[in-house]
């Protein structure tokens, strides 16, 4: 029956700790006492069994159908000395010792952030990942904020116990986390938190269970059940849009008309109307509509957030606010502070003739890269999904999205949503048209002056 026992030791995953040996005369460290918030942790004394008994673990607070502020699970790692004892493993009814575990700082498993990815999710928080999803452009890079888990603190001790036709395991341990949120945007940590998560389980050794997963998943679960960390997280929504109309028309005043516009002579005058706007990691774009700060931009780009930094042609960088937005149109309307901006023309109308010469301005990914201006053709007016849309050939890359087609005039088509890519599949891109666009955001444009 020993053997039984350390045949189960031997396949335990170990994610944080290394070596082997025996523990007779290694006495297990002192558990951290528990505060009462759950939110800071000291190494003082303790009985684990009797921290452990009546923990009572409080749910996830679920983030529900507003999501939460877009965040991905990014890193794991363990702080502690190289070699400190973390726990033992032991078997059958005279504790035999089998291993002794120890910790390896560095970097945690892939599963550990599997385990922290799927806990966010149930808890419907606004995450994804590039294992998610089969296809796509770095879906991860859009997402605004990291969380991180700096393991602090580690003690975990397993016994397993053979019987005539089972084995179970039973393992007791507790984990000390600091949990950080860092800002992609701003460039710095901007939320951290202290938890400390008692944990103790019971199962059978054919049950597939991994003790060292199931505390981690235990400390992830203790932070989604943190008020501080739910409150942070929760999204700056701006008043959402619909086609039907129920929220209050925004009626903007269009710039003035000015002189004729012939594309790409006059190209200097629609750049300074471009906008390059940086919500993360990675870059969209928008275009002003009005002298006095209204621009559109694919609602994607700006999804969760309350303001944006917007970057002009000429260099300047102001925060937009997100006034409205549309995630079915996949439009959005946001505002800059100020006045006397240069803004497009809105008086193209119809949809526009297949074959006609278009233009498209964004950014292909790269800030170095900003304002790039492509050339193609109206190859098809689409309805898709339910929704209209502008087909053209011409290049249109992640960062483009948000992005002005315009025709030869000057006048803007529509605004770039997405594309189809890959080996067999290249040239086409997806406007949302203009029209719909601004019905989909309620816009009514004011006679110019």
Known sequence: MPQIAISLVAVVAVFFVAGCGTTENNAPPPAPTRSAATTSVNREGGNLAENLAGIAERPPIDMGQAGSKSVSFERVILTMEAGAPMGKVTGGLLNIAHRSLRANPGEASKACLQVGREELRKAHYTTLDESDTLFGDHQIEKYRYQLGANITWMHLDIHVQPHWSTVTVTSRGNVAVTWQVFDTRA????????????????????????????????????????????????????????????????????????????????????????????????????????????????????????????????????????????????????????????????????????????????????????ASVSKGVVSGNRSIGGHKYLQTDAAANPGSSGGPVLDRKGNVLGIISWKFAGAEVQGLAFAVPLADAMSSLNINLAPTP
């Open 187 to 370: 460039d710095k940590i901007v939320f951290t938190l202290k938890t400390l998560t008692l944990f103790q389980d019971v199962a059978k050794e054919d049950s597939g269970s991994n003790p060292e997963l199931a505390m981690f998943r235990k400390a992830v679960r203790d932070l989604l059940a943190q008020k501080e960390f739910a409150a942070f997280m929760s999204p700056d929504t701006p008043e959402p849009a619909g086609a039907s109309g129920n929220l209050p028309a925004v009626k903007i005043t269009p710039a003035a008309d000015g002189s004729a516009v012939l594309l790409p002579d006059d190209f200097g005058r629609i750049l300074d109307a471009f906008i390059t706007l940086e919500p993360g990691r990675v870059i969209g774009s928008a275009f002003l509509i009005s002298p006095d700060g209204y621009a559109l931009t694919a609602a994607h780009v700006v999804s969760g957030l309350k303001t944006v930094p917007a970057r002009l042609h000429s260099g300047i960088v102001l925060d937009a606010e997100v006034i409205r937005i549309n995630d079915e149109a996949d439009v959005a309307l946001i505002k800059l502070p100020g006045s006397s901006f240069k803004a497009l023309s809105l008086r193209a109308a119809g949809e526009p003739p297949i074959g006609s010469d278009v233009f498209v301005v964004g950014n292909p990914r790269l800030k170095e890269l900003d």
